[in-house]
């Protein structure tokens, strides 16, 4: 048996409750967690996780813009002095980004800042569905995107996260 609770649960939680558990399922964003609250009861998972994705979509402009802003860089100055969240440092762990050669550190930081300046955010990939050589080379791909493109993609990506993060804490009743 799991420790993942199931969505009855997730229905039944006391609001700070709720809070704390999916207060970070969209990176440093508890405010996602207190708006989707109020859309209780969900009747599974993937409604769980699609009143997430509506919380996003709904977003203006400057809301997408700063959820992008509110995760780390990739490989980065966070990672380096073990201040990244739980997640994330798990997230980038699994993707390889803990042991990387010096020459794969200096590939994605040198992009990571190349990207962060022309677009104004991180670059944002589900770390967990990527590996070290994939996350590179969308690094130089996604460079050529334009800005509103990016914030598309970014936004897709988060979703992607949260997603998994969500699975993490309930399971599925299939």
Not at 9 to 22: A, L, W
């Given at each position: 048996m799991?420790?993942?609770?199931?969505?009855?649960?997730?229905?039944?939680?006391?609001?700070?409750?709720?809070?704390?558990?999916?207060?970070?399922v969209i990176e440093l964003c508890e405010s996602a967690a207190v708006s989707?609250?109020?859309?209780?009861?969900?009747?599974?998972?993937?409604?769980?996780?699609?009143?997430?994705?509506?919380?996003?979509?709904?977003?203006?402009?400057?809301?997408?813009?700063?959820?992008?802003?509110?995760?780390?860089?990739?490989a980065g100055r966070l990672a380096a002095r073990n201040e990244l969240t739980r997640e994330s440092a798990n997230e980038q762990r699994s993707a390889g980004l803990t042991d990387l050669t010096l020459e794969q550190k200096s590939i994605i930081e040198a992009n990571n800042e190349r990207y962060k300046t022309k677009f104004g955010f991180p670059f944002i990939i589900c770390a967990r569905e990527n590996k070290v050589q994939s996350i590179i080379e969308g690094l130089q791909s996604r460079y050529n995107n334009s800005r509103e493109q990016e914030i598309i993609t970014g936004i897709n990506e988060v979703k992607k996260i949260c997603r998994l993060r969500i699975l993490d804490i309930v399971r599925s009743e299939e």
């Open positions: 799991s420790g993942l609770i199931n969505i009855s649960e997730v229905n039944s939680m006391k609001e700070n409750e709720f809070h704390r558990v999916f207060g970070n989707v609250k109020d859309t209780r009861p969900f009747k599974d998972l993937p409604d769980l996780c699609a009143a997430f994705n509506k919380y996003l979509d709904d977003l203006n402009l400057e809301g997408k813009i700063e959820i992008l802003k509110s995760h780390p860089d990739l």
